[in-house]
């Protein structure tokens, strides 16, 4: 597809985002982010000094995944933990204010909601501070969310499960809800954590980067396209999926599907990466919310391409929105206009002119 067509295609798709509905389901958190400069070394230890600048603070996790998927316009419901404690009660606020569903959210007494807190100075992370508590939760909390999840599906388009490995997916809750949609004619899109792909069995698609598909694979490096082809169709048995998108970085992203006689590639777009945090996240909810809209596969691995390409330039969790993946698209098409018509222009000869 020309870069013409596919800005014509993507704005087809971008003006259906607004009549799609997604589920995401998974582990919520609070992201914060401390940024500030660095002038001096501790007295104290060998450590930077950050003199702090600004605060900020976001819904993370699996609720990026809906923010991404917000930033695109479609509606979307979030289903997963919270703590009881003022944390959870902001992330639930901050979700509510964009425009994101919580019906499905359920308040888990037993432990804390998960914050992440990263310090970032002149554009880099100097450290990543985690406050959680993982494992399962109480047999009585996790039948709660397992029912509201259940009783969301009615209405979407499709499931996301975003797993950070945190203990809200649990395998019950994969199968059961995965059946349950199969049943209703809906996709599931997984951003995985499991190393065994098995626990995913019977989605749609599965969106592992390359460090996670080779722990799938029992450690099998994935050196080239040829090992990567032949990893993702392990794993396309292994999850019994129809497509695996395996992200690669900055050798961009390749797409399996099953029945297809070859792999899909598609080559990295990012000019100058600042920040990768919440890449996968945009990445499975571009896909995702294109797959509702109607897109192919290869369609919605292409945007979602793009999507991951504009955040990853800019630092913290900053989600894709309708607007800026437009607006990448034309650019890029920018871009291929001007190489073309540069590589069309013929050099003159000296003392001569142009033929």
């Known amino acids: 597809m020309s870069d013409g067509a596919l800005l014509a295609r993507a704005a087809e798709l971008v003006a259906r985002f607004p009549s799609c509905r997604l589920l995401v389901a998974g582990d919520i958190m609070l992201d914060e982010f401390v940024f500030g400069t660095v002038g001096r070394i501790s007295p104290e230890a060998p450590v930077p000094v950050v003199a702090v600048t600004r605060d900020e603070r976001v819904p993370g996790g699996a609720a990026n995944v809906a923010r991404n998927v917000a930033g695109l316009r479609a509606r979307v419901e979030m289903a997963g933990f919270v703590g009881s404690d003022q944390t959870g009660r902001d992330v639930a606020r901050m979700l509510k204010g964009q425009g994101i569903g919580v019906s499905a959210v359920v308040a888990d007494p037993d432990r804390p909601t998960t914050v992440k807190t990263r310090v970032i100075a002149h554009s880099q992370q100097v450290v990543r501070v985690d406050r959680e508590r993982k494992g399962p939760p109480s047999r009585k909390t996790h039948d709660a969310l397992l029912r509201k999840v259940l009783s969301a599906l009615d209405g979407v388009d499709g499931v996301v499960f975003s797993d950070y ?106 000019r100058q990466v600042f920040d990768v945090t919440g890449a996968g996240d945009t990445v499975i909810g571009t896909l995702a919310t294109c797959l509702a809209a109607g897109a192919s596969m290869r369609e919605a691995a292409v945007l979602a391409n793009v999507a991951a390409s504009v955040v990853v330039g800019e630092v913290g969790t900053a989600p894709i929105t309708a607007e800026k993946l437009l607006h990448a698209l034309r650019a890029q098409d920018r871009e291929r206009e001007a190489e073309r018509e540069e590589g069309l222009q013929i050099p003159a000869r000296p003392g001569g002119t142009r033929h």
Not at 187 to 192: L, Q
Not at 211 to 222: D, I, K, N, P, T
Not at 235 to 262: F, N, S, W
């Open 165 to 270: 490995r945190k203990g809200t997916l649990s395998a019950e809750l994969v199968a059961e809800v995965t059946a349950a949609a199969r049943r209703k004619g809906l996709f599931v899109a997984v951003d995985p954590k499991q190393t065994d792909f098995s626990f995913y069995g019977g989605c749609t698609v599965i969106t592992p980067n390359k460090g996670e598909a080779q722990a799938a694979l029992g450690g099998r490096e994935l050196r080239d396209d040829l090992e990567v082809w032949e990893g993702g169709k392990t794993l396309l048995r292994k999850c019994r999926a129809k497509a695996v998108l395996i992200t690669r970085g900055e050798e961009g992203m390749t797409l399996v599907e099953r029945g297809r006689p070859a792999c899909f590639h598609v080559p990295a777009l990012a």
